[in-house]
């Protein structure tokens, strides 16, 4: 009978030691979640508007986004959605910024000079040429450099060509990038979303990239700015995403009363021009901001 | 959003056994009826531990899991509960981290999930009742306890996006209702009521209320049918469309195997899964091993889609879409009691008090009957067993009685005393304890306590067949009695015919000069001396005096009789006289009188016929001569004249010369 008890104890212990692991959890994947299309990017500090170099930049990530470049060829295909006004516009820009100048007060940099480089051109359009004014320490009301810009109506185009007479130290140059597919959004509700339930975005583009810019409307009647509040960068799939409920709850609606949704199809490279000593960006997108509010 | 609203899972994991042979409503019968079927928890036999472990065989690198112990009682015959701890019985889902978020240096902020909801079913308790032996009702209760671990997310002051886990819990005890019913041997039937009622404990909160498990109300019917004792099959069917069919072998004593098959969609019968399954019985331990497989893998490798756990409902955790390929391995031990009863004690009944002089007979005559029922449904071969404590060295044991199925045998038994009921001084009660065995049993089926009722050692029934017990002619006091008499006449002695007579009368008149006749203190009927004890005490009644003369006389050779007188207008006035047998054959009679109605003319233990003195002992103190008179004249009234032994009011009982 010992021997027996025995047996069975040894059983039950056997039985114990084998059954120790745990069964690892079921892992759900959801085919219709897009959620995996997405990155949410870090819209950084608001300071890095420093950079921001347009009025233009209708999502206002343009300069925090590309802050690490000195130098920018920036061409940008602008449609605008207001509730009442729709515009459709060419936005060229580009800065030269001298790195090796920086204008400092109390040892903290406020701003950088820029070069002059000619005449400018996109294709054959020339831009404006903007002397930067600042008032300065010591100095009073400084010429610091020029900046370059031009609107105009909005035209399809499939290359765009920007050439320079060079100036100062800086060479002429003469540099092409392709247009990135023209973004159109479809099927944004006209006035309002609600963050509670799931929204769908199509649009009308084949870029593998997407960037929705999500800016907060801040500032005063006469004087409004926009804040970035949020950068999502899609894997265009399909020609549309739905952004789930846990990413628009991050949308500070106690903070702005309005939102631009900013959709961006684009393209960059960086080239390098004689006489110039840094990496230059040379940007061409397709833009769709629109306004809208956002409700709980 | 996740949802529960549609389709049931009624099937469970917890018994390698069940997990084999599918459709187990009709026939659980171990701990796992918790959630098989409530009701077949009175087939537990007394005590039963239980341990169960399971491998995902689908997926890999997975070990053995420890998925449940039970404990099962059986209490009061028809009661039976038990309680099960199943840290194995969780249903666990992960939802990933769907989207990357990146700090402001472009690095990804490692979230590890973006939902964890976990089922778990880790206690459980069972009770049932035995209404009549073929029917069987019960509940059990089951926990379950439901929890979400949802990551949120959030701005903070430096507009950088961090996360957060957040738990919520609910709880709920779930109750199931079920019966087994036997009809006979060859059909089985079980019917359950899962989930008749729910109790929450604690809720989840509105937002997270999607999340909570929905245990739908189904019922579940099982039929087996046993084909012969080696093969049965049962199927399951349920108001959710499921069909299990099953078999089980028995191939040899210790040794089963099982197989099931699965199907869903009723009545289009949709191959689900199959099984296979063996067990093996190593005296109380019962090792079981099931191999449990699906058809369809999908979604049972350890990932799903989503869409599946929005559609599912649940009776149970164990058996779901999610449900791996898995080998069960239950152990089963029993405690106490094991074998199956086939035969029950209804009743018994004590034939006779006992009575220590004649403590012997009961070695050949009936002590007592007990009345046995066969409670098995096959023909039984029972042996009853009887023992009373310090007055017997073992139990007695009946020959085997065939007892046909439901049907009861009164089964009388002996019982052999030890001397020391010869110790008893008084009217005393004592614990006897009836057995009845059953073949092929080894055990004693049932027992029965009886009051075993042992008189005193001089207590008598009036028995004249018992009287004789208390005749000792081999006591040394009687022998030296008799030898000391028979030595203070040795001048008298003759060695001719007479010889007995003389020796008779001889002992009879010493036996006078040291006795005196004295009435019963109590009613005769009830008191004998022994002889050594009325030659002690010098005195004795008509039973004691002639018991004593019977004994002097057996002690010298002497063959004697008793005549046992109760007349038939007079029952109470019963009387004993004794006659002896002079050993002088008929012919030789006048030698000792010419007068044939002082004698009798009967036929000894060598069947030849001699001649018998009756003597009344009544009137010991007027010598044999007055006693022969009295006896003589006592026997051709009783039996000569009115014919008592004709007429069955006289009995004479030879008593043996030595005992």
Known sequence: ?296 | MILFPNILFTQYLSSSRGVGVGAFTALSSDVSSIDWNPGGLTNIREWELNFSNFKSTSIAKSGFTFQSFGIGKKFFEKHAAAIRYSPGSNLEFIVPAAFSVYDTAGNIIITKFDKRISFKQNYSVGYAYNIIDELSFGFSARLFDSKVSDTKYFIDTNNVIQSQVSDHSASSWAIDFGTQYKINDEWYFGLVFKNLFKINEEEFTEAMRNYQLNLTKSVCLGVAYSFSDKIITSFDIDTKNKLRLGTELSAFDLFKIRGGFYTTDFPKFSPEAASIGFSINYHPVQLSLSYLRFFEQTNRRGFSNIDILNKSGYADIDYTPFTTDRLSLSVSVNLGRTKDVLARIEFVEMLSEVFPASYQTYAFRPIGKARVRNVSSKPIEAKVSFFVDDFMNAPTETKPFRINPNETVEVPFLAVFNSAINAVKKFSIYDGTVYVHAEPAADYDDRYQTRVLVRGKNDWNGDVMLLRYFITPNDPDIIKFSRKVLDKEKSENDNGLLLKYKHATILFNGLSKHVQYINDPKQSADFVQYPAETISLRGGDCDDLTVCYAALLGSVGISSALVDVIPPDDPKNSHIYLMFDTEIEAPDANLISENSKRFVIRKNEKGIETVWLPVETTVLSKGFTEAWNTGASNYFQDVIINNGIGTGWVRVVDLPTSF
């Open chain 1, 1 to 296: 009978m010992k021997k027996m008890n025995n047996k069975i104890f040894l059983l039950i212990i056997i039985a114990f030691v084998l059954g120790c692991q745990k069964p690892g959890p079921v892992e759900l994947i959801d085919d219709k979640d897009d959620s995996k299309l997405i990155d949410i990017k870090s819209t950084g500090s608001v300071s890095d508007t420093l950079y921001a170099v347009s009025v233009g930049d209708t999502s206002g990530n343009f300069g925090a986004q590309n802050s690490r470049y000195y130098a920018k060829l920036i061409y940008q295909n602008i449609r605008f959605d207001r509730l009442l006004r729709k515009d459709s516009l060419i936005n060229a820009e580009a800065i030269f910024f001298d790195k090796d100048n920086a204008i400092k007060y109390h040892n903290r940099i406020i701003t950088f000079p820029s070069f002059d480089v000619g005449v400018l051109k996109i294709n054959d359009d020339a831009l404006n040429k903007f002397p930067r004014r600042m008032m300065l320490p010591m100095q009073g009301d400084t010429l610091i450099g020029y900046r370059y810009q031009l609107r105009k109506n909005y035209e399809l185009t499939a290359t765009n060509r920007w050439t320079s007479t060079g100036g100062g130290s800086i060479d002429a140059f003469d540099i092409s990038i392709s247009s990135p597919p023209t973004i159109r959004v479809l099927n944004l509700p006209p006035r309002f979303i609600n963050v509670s339930e799931p929204l769908n975005i199509k649009w009308d583009c084949a870029n593998p990239i997407i960037n929705i810019f999500i800016s907060g409307e801040g500032g005063d009647l006469l004087n409004r700015k926009l804040v970035p509040v949020m950068h999502l960068q899609i894997r265009n799939k399909k020609g549309e995403v739905t952004v789930p409920v846990k990413i628009l709850e991050l949308i500070p609606i106690k903070r702005f009363s309005r939102f631009v949704f900013s959709f961006v199809s684009e393209t960059s490279r960086t080239v390098r021009i004689s006489g110039y000593p840094e990496d230059v960006l040379v940007h061409s997108s397709s833009v769709h901001s629109i306004f809208l509010s956002v409700r709980p």
